[in-house]
């Protein structure tokens, strides 16, 4: 039989100041002075601002990309987390953007084809390791309106190549925030 130990008290220390005052940094990765983390969001930014425009131009479906504006968002906030590498965004929003369509295609729009395509991206993402959350709208928004024809399709492949080009951007960032950040 095990011996019994009697019970352990841990003492944590006082909170400090400069933890008080600073919210906890998100996904392990440190919080910047306010400007950096301006000058980090401005990409993401421009970035959503720029596939609007684009969209503007090219089409009147803007529902259709809302969720890569949170997938622009989600690379600002961690660019080197596995839900935000290109392999992963690729994957789901293309898979995403299929799914839709093609229930969309098949069974109009409606609850019947936006379920199979919401359980359609799921299983793709859980079978191919590329959990990003976004790409569940953009199956749900193709379902429920997928446009017009293959041209949204296309135009969102296109979009999803600009936040392709985000992401190197950010990492690109984050590489030089990180390097020429003082460690304290």
Not at 88 to 101: D, E, K, N, P, R
Request: proline share 9%; charged share 5%; net charge positive.
């Amino acid at each position: 039989m095990g011996a019994v130990h009697p019970p352990v008290l841990v003492v944590m220390p006082p909170p400090s100041a400069t933890t008080a005052a600073t919210p906890a940094a998100p996904l392990g990765r440190p919080r910047l002075a306010w400007r950096r983390e301006i000058l980090l969001a401005l990409l993401p930014t421009v970035t959503v601002l720029g596939l609007l425009w684009l969209l503007k131009l090219l089409s009147n479906q803007q529902l259709l990309f809302a969720s890569l504006a949170s997938s622009c968002f989600l690379i600002y906030l961690d660019p080197g987390h596995p839900a935000n590498s290109a392999r992963t965004l690729v994957i789901s929003q293309l898979s995403g953007a299929m799914l839709g369509f093609g229930f969309h295609t098949w069974l109009g729009p409606g609850y019947p084809g936006a379920a199979l395509a919401l359980v359609g991206v799921i299983a793709i993402m859980i079978l191919t390791n590329t959990m990003h959350p976004p790409a569940v709208a953009t199956a749900l928004n193709f379902a429920f309106r997928a446009g017009t024809g293959e041209g949204n399709l296309l135009l969102f492949g296109l979009a999803v190549g600009l936040v392709l080009v985000l992401l190197a951007v950010q990492r690109g960032s984050a590489y030089l925030v990180r390097r020429f950040t003082p460690v304290s």
